[in-house]
Every structure is written in structure tokens, then in C-alpha cells.
């Protein structure tokens, strides 16, 4: 079975310093790998996401992603983060060629200090 | 021009009472699902439907019933509702064959007193 784990709750940051938003996942078969972001009282949208390829992948908002095998890890990055990305990211998995079941994380709170 | 929308969006009503959410999807996508998003935000899948036929069927009560009367709607019918549903419910959907992106509703805000 698979399984997403972010490791922290919550990621307090000053306004226009880098962060990372960590997640782990475990499975034993190929996995798809996305972030999605849940801005207040908002549904659930698709930030990135790693299908193949490339291991780095790139969000239209600044945020990337590293897809790193070895270490079972997909980290979510910004170098310069803006008060408007506060929001809930959620890291999630989904097993390749089978149904759509997405695994979600639990949430990583990104909380920008100004 | 809404891509998955969700009535209503907010929902308060009485332990014991049956209550329905609707969802419509104007992506043409084939795939539907319903979340469950408790306090703590964690979010749980609950049913899934391709092309009306249900393939995902988590751990739910029977209690809940999803049902797809065409590719583009799948509502969700609570019967006897319990002060545990309290939730934030996600439809979503998708289009299998083109990418595993989902596509989520606003949510449904559904309160039990």
C-alpha cells in the first residue's frame, strides 16, 4: 500500500525568505506524485506534479518540486515565498497505470510572517 | 463557467435527518469522486466513479450512498446523519486517459447538531 508522509504540520516563514515543504512517500511500485494547494475556504488545486521525465518540475507561481527516487522524497520549494501563498499544501500519491486513488499527505500549513 | 461545482455549500442540519450534496462537472471528464476533509484538514477519498460505474469504495457507512445519474453529476446521499459527519465534503474529477490531474469542487460545509 501507499502511504504520503509530511512531516510538518505547520511552516511559519518571513515574508520573501525560501521555504521547503517536505514529503516522504512509500510505495513499492511506480508512483505519480503531486502537490496541491488549498487556499482559505477553497477547494484543492493541482500545484505541480511529477508523471515522468524530468525530476524537476515547476509551477507557474514560483513553486518547484524534485522528484528524488533514491530517497523517496518530493519536496516542494519557493525561494522567495509572497503572502499570498499562505495556504494548506497537501503532497499526494497515485499508483502508476492503475485507478485514480490518490493518496493525500496530511497537510503542511504554510503560515508567511511579515 | 465552473469547472465542478457543488451544491449547496453549506449544509446544517440535525443528527437523524437524510440530506443530499450534488456535484456537476462541466470538464467532460469521466471520473468522479467524493472527499472527505475532517478539522484537521486531513482528506479522505470515498467513492469514485468512471463512466457511472463505481470503482473506488472506501471505508464508508452504509450510511452514505453515492449515486451517478450521468457522466457529468454525482451526488451524495447521508442517510440518518451523525455528529461524526461533521465535514467539509470534495467532489472532484478527472480525465483518466489524459492526465491524473484531479479538478476539485468548493466544498460543501456540512455541519450536524
Known amino acids: 500500500a501507499q502511504s504520503v508522509t509530511q512531516l510538518d504540520s505547520q511552516v511559519p516563514v518571513f515574508e520573501e525568505a525560501p521555504v521547503e515543504l517536505r514529503c516522504n512517500y512509500s510505495s513499492s511500485v511506480s508512483v505519480y506524485l503531486f502537490w496541491y494547494v488549498q487556499y482559505p475556504n477553497q477547494g484543492l488545486q493541482l500545484l505541480l506534479k511529477y508523471l515522468s521525465g524530468s525530476t524537476l518540475v515547476e509551477s507557474i507561481n514560483g513553486f518547484e518540486a524534485e522528484f528524488n527516487k533514491s530517497q523517496t522524497s518530493f519536496h516542494l520549494r519557493k525561494p522567495s515565498v509572497h503572502i499570498s501563498d499562505t495556504a494548506e499544501y497537501f503532497c499526494a500519491v497515485s499508483v502508476t497505470n492503475r485507478d485514480d486513488k490518490i493518496i493525500f499527505g496530511k497537510g503542511t500549513r504554510l503560515h508567511i510572517l511579515p | 463557467d465552473t469547472a465542478v461545482s457543488q451544491t449547496p455549500k453549506y449544509l446544517v442540519t440535525q443528527m437523524g435527518n437524510d440530506k443530499s450534496i450534488k456535484c456537476e462537472q462541466n470538464l467532460g471528464h469521466d471520473t468522479m469522486y467524493w472527499y472527505k476533509q475532517d478539522s484537521k484538514k486531513f482528506l479522505k477519498i470515498m467513492f469514485s466513479y468512471n463512466n457511472k460505474e463505481l470503482i473506488i469504495n472506501e471505508t464508508v457507512p452504509n450510511r452514505f450512498s453515492p449515486k451517478s445519474p450521468d457522466k457529468a453529476h454525482l451526488n451524495l446521499h447521508i442517510n440518518s446523519l451523525e455528529l461524526g459527519d461533521s465535514a467539509v465534503y470534495f467532489c472532484?474529477?478527472?480525465?483518466?486517459?489524459?492526465?491524473?490531474?484531479?479538478?476539485f469542487g468548493p466544498g460543501t460545509r456540512l455541519t450536524v447538531t
Open positions: 472532484a474529477s478527472s480525465q483518466k486517459t489524459v492526465s491524473y490531474e484531479q479538478y
